[in-house]
T-cell receptor, first 113, second 112 residues
């Protein structure tokens, strides 16, 4: 059974710092990997999706990388801002169709002004 | 466009009561999903519907039933609520041309 782990569970950084969030998964036979953001009391918003054949994806100050063979992904946030404070979740699928999504428990990020 | 909407936003039930959580989408997506999110457990799939007229069990279906009323609507029913069903419930959709899911704002359910 696929397991997705995110470490640390919580992270606090000063504004302006660059930071990396980590995600690891036990079964490397994945179809894609996604990073989501969840604000308190809200639903999830997809940030980046990396197909299994890709190594990274970028959107603005966010860059996600994927090393499928080692079962790892990182989400890099450049020049962090207080508005980046949220919980970030990683999820992997083993095939087409999101019914096969397995989520990590998330990293709660606090960016201190 | 409203995207994915869920009603109600909050609900308190007594053990044994029943209720239906509603989800509607205006994105013309085929697939719809129901998740529950619990502290320390992450998101777990309850039921999903790959297309209108079909439903399938996810990881934690016991105690729930679903109905895919039409392409827009996917409801989740608790026939006899239990305290273990206290959770935040999310509905999500996915289009056939994308692997990305779109989530509703959630329903916070407390069962006393």
């Amino acid at each position: 059974k696929q397991e997705v782990t995110q470490i640390p569970a919580a992270l606090s950084v000063p504004e302006g710092e660059n930071l990396v969030l980590n995600c690891s998964f036990t079964d490397s036979a994945i179809y894609n990997l996604q990073w989501f953001r969840q604000d308190p009391g809200k639903g999830l918003t997809s940030l980046l999706l990396i197909q299994s054949s890709q190594r990274e994806q970028t959107s603005g100050r966010l860059n996600a990388s994927l090393d499928k063979s080692s079962g790892r992904s990182t989400l890099y946030i450049a020049a962090s801002q207080p508005g980046d404070s949220a919980t970030y979740l990683c999820a992997v699928t083993r095939g087409a169709g999101s019914y096969q999504l397995t989520f990590g428990k998330g990293t709660k990020l606090s960016v201190i002004p | 466009n409203a995207g994915v909407t869920q009603t109600p936003k909050f609900q308190v039930l007594k053990t044994g009561q029943s209720m239906t959580l509603q989800c509607a989408q205006d994105m013309n997506h085929n697939s719809m999903y129901w998740y529950r999110q619990d502290p320390g457990m992450g998101l777990r799939l309850i039921y999903y519907s790959a297309s209108e007229g079909t439903t399938d069990k996810g990881e934690v279906p016991n105690g729930y039933n679903v109905s895919r009323l039409n392409k827009r609507e996917f409801s989740l029913r608790l026939e006899s609520a239990a305290p273990s069903q206290t959770s935040v419930y999310f509905c999500a959709t996915e289009g056939s041309s994308t692997d990305t899911q779109y989530f509703g704002p959630g329903t916070r359910l407390t069962v006393l």
